[in-house]
């Protein structure tokens, strides 16, 4: 249907990111880490639930990498977890580093310049009360990529509801 073309989209363009990732991490052609940017930035626009994408390449990555040394049994043993997560940052920085600064600027041009919606004037009336509300929707997204176990088709205005203030994010 007509309305849903920007799931599909959004879809469409994150796998994109992924296998294009994928594809330089085997090939190591730059031209594949260099289109995850720009495709990034269209899921971005097709659909703000892309702003995971960094954190899923960081999981994925990290994933890999466990693999491979459990493969070649260069593990030594167990490593704190936790490095798996850092060894893609510090690979490959700028890549990550322009991911991060897009997400973070897309987060804040339309979480916070910008109203959510066609909604006039600010959710919940101020802007401070749009911005912790848009805020508060970051743990709740952050849950969701770690254990996608309630997933819905429509978060709407009841999914996360106003927030007066930065304390009722806590």
């Given at each position: ?37 720009p495709?990034?930035y269209?899921?971005?626009?097709a ?13 994925l ?13 260069t593990?030594g ?7 798996a997560?850092l ?6 920085p ?17 979480g916070v ?9 600010f ?23 770690l254990?996608p ?20 994010a806590?």
């Amino acid at each position: 249907y007509i309305a849903g073309r920007r799931d599909i989209l959004h879809a469409l363009l994150y796998l994109g990111c992924i296998l294009a990732w994928l594809r330089y991490r085997d090939g190591g052609r730059r031209a594949w880490a260099i289109a995850v940017v720009p495709l990034y930035y269209l899921a971005l626009q097709a659909k703000e639930m892309a702003i995971t994408l960094p954190v899923t390449l960081l999981l994925l990555e990290a994933a890999l990498a466990r693999l491979e040394a459990q493969r070649e049994e260069t593990d030594g043993g167990w490593t704190w977890p936790f490095r798996a997560y850092l060894r893609p940052l510090r690979r490959h920085p700028w890549l990550f580093g322009a991911l991060f600064a897009l997400g973070i600027a897309f987060f804040l041009y339309r979480g916070v310049a910008q109203p959510l919606t066609h909604h006039p004037g600010f959710w919940g009336g101020s802007r401070l009360a749009n911005t912790a509300t848009a805020f508060g929707t970051l743990p709740g997204y952050a849950r969701l990529v770690l254990w996608p176990g309630e997933l819905m088709v429509d978060y709407s205005a009841d999914a996360y509801p106003i927030q007066a203030g930065f304390g009722a994010a806590l």
